[in-house]
């Protein structure tokens, strides 16, 4: 099956550093990838859709300026949180769409802001 | 606004039942239905994925149905095992997902 990667695994920094995370499909390329947020007890919710070459597209509520989401590449895209605070503490998953309806999942970053 | 309730929220078995997982959405119009398994602190896992013109599949020991005029599917797990505890998440949509807050399994030895 195709197989999405996510690095780091989990990250801890300080309130006020910037955070990039960066997803790869290894085996496969994909045109659209998106980028969701699960907190704890809660359900996976969508942040934003990114296509290759193209300019995110977020979602209702989602600061553009804070989630910068950069997809370079068919295998690429990397999701930058600025000026971290505690209240972005989450965690982030990404996934990849190939041509057809199935997306596949990234293991997931664990992001803790001090 | 598509909303997705999974029921219930959480569910614990003993070795060897069979079970059901239920899942329910508002929007019929959707194109795809997808069940995942998440691990804590996990990503997610595919398992099954329902297009809109079917209205079952099935792998293994799991077999998820789809009824789009009631708005509902199910997720059966047949002989259920230990290592099927996780937490199941249903998704739907196509493009983008909308997913239920997920059913938290635990099956006891």
């Known amino acids: 099956g195709a197989v999405v990667s996510q690095h780091p695994s989990w990250v801890i920094c300080k309130s006020g550093t910037s955070v990039k995370i960066e997803c790869r499909s290894l085996d496969f390329q994909a045109t659209t990838m998106f980028w969701y947020r699960q907190f704890p007890k809660q359900s996976l919710m969508l942040m934003a859709t990114s296509n290759e070459g193209s300019k995110a597209t977020y979602e209702q509520g989602v600061e553009k300026d804070k989630f910068l989401i950069n997809h370079a590449s068919l295998t690429l895209s990397t999701l930058t949180v600025t000026s971290a605070h505690p209240e972005d503490s989450s965690f982030y998953i990404c996934s990849a769409r190939i041509d057809g309806n199935e997306q596949f999942f990234g293991p997931g970053t664990r992001l803790t802001v001090l | 606004k598509q909303e997705v309730t999974q029921i219930p929220a959480a569910l614990s078995v003993p070795e060897g039942e069979n079970l059901v997982l239920n899942c329910s959405f508002t929007d019929s119009a959707i194109y795809n239905l997808q069940w995942f398994r998440q691990d804590p602190g996990k990503g997610l896992t595919s398992l099954l994925l329902?297009?809109?013109?079917?209205r079952e599949q099935t792998s293994g020991r799991l077999n998820a149905s789809l009824d789009k005029s009631s708005g509902r599917s199910t997720l059966y797990i047949a002989a259920s095992q230990p290592g099927d505890s996780a937490t199941y998440l249903c998704?739907?949509?196509?493009?983008?997902?909308?997913f239920g807050k997920g059913t938290k399994l635990s099956v006891i030895p």
């Open positions: 329902i297009q809109s013109s079917q």
């Open positions: 998704a739907v949509g196509s493009y983008q997902l909308t």
